[in-house]
């Protein structure tokens, strides 16, 4: 029973936009750690591999359940990978605390990217997909994702976080783009500009 087992075999699902309810809405806890659980972990493995993601939460995929999977480097490159459910991110606080700001984008606003300060570290407590107690440690861009994963499950997206001019040049960036991905998408794989 380990996490490896859910990340093949998993059907590709369409990744769920910005603008939708459910993407701005708090989910549901996971309470039922079932075999049609399992499957929807594993085509969320799929979905991120094929979209070339590091990290997808639920939300992403039109379902409103408080889960996330990840496929993410640490600070030392060393790739971690998982899938936490009801998702609890501890963030340094005082002198332990210190920002690094870095370009962030998301999946459901794809071709957008800015820069975002957020903390270096994050430790992610939740359960695995079933049901037993997870702490993840993250550092680089692991301590973001973990950050980004759980923000997503509470409603936020990263545009949130973001000055209103930030925000303005994100959605630019995102409309310069958006004709490259389907709607379905990455069901149906991106354009190329060849395409038209």
Request: contains cysteine.
């Amino acid at each position: 029973m380990g996490i490896e087992e859910l990340t093949t075999g998993g059907t590709v699902l369409p990744i769920t936009r910005w603008g939708e309810s459910v993407m701005h809405a708090q989910t549901r806890q996971v309470t039922a750690f079932d075999d049609d659980f399992r499957t929807l972990v594993r085509d969320m493995f799929a979905t991120m591999a094929v979209a070339h993601g590091v990290g997808l939460a639920a939300t992403q995929v039109g379902v409103d359940l408080a889960l996330f999977v990840y496929d993410c480097p640490d600070a030392d490159d060393i790739h971690r990978m998982g899938a936490i459910c009801n998702p609890v991110v501890t963030l340094p606080e005082g002198d332990a605390r210190n920002l690094e700001s870095a370009e962030e984008g998301c999946l459901s606003l794809p071709g957008g990217y800015q820069p975002l300060a957020r903390p270096d570290h994050s430790v992610c407590t939740g359960v695995d997909p079933w049901g037993q107690p997870v702490t993840v440690v993250g550092t680089g861009t692991l301590a973001r994702c973990l950050q980004h994963e759980t923000d997503h499950l509470k409603g936020t997206v990263f545009g949130d976080r973001l000055s209103n001019r930030m925000r303005r040049k994100l959605y630019a960036q995102h409309e310069e783009l958006a004709h490259l991905y389907p709607e379905d998408w990455p069901v149906s794989p991106r354009r190329t500009s060849a395409d038209g």
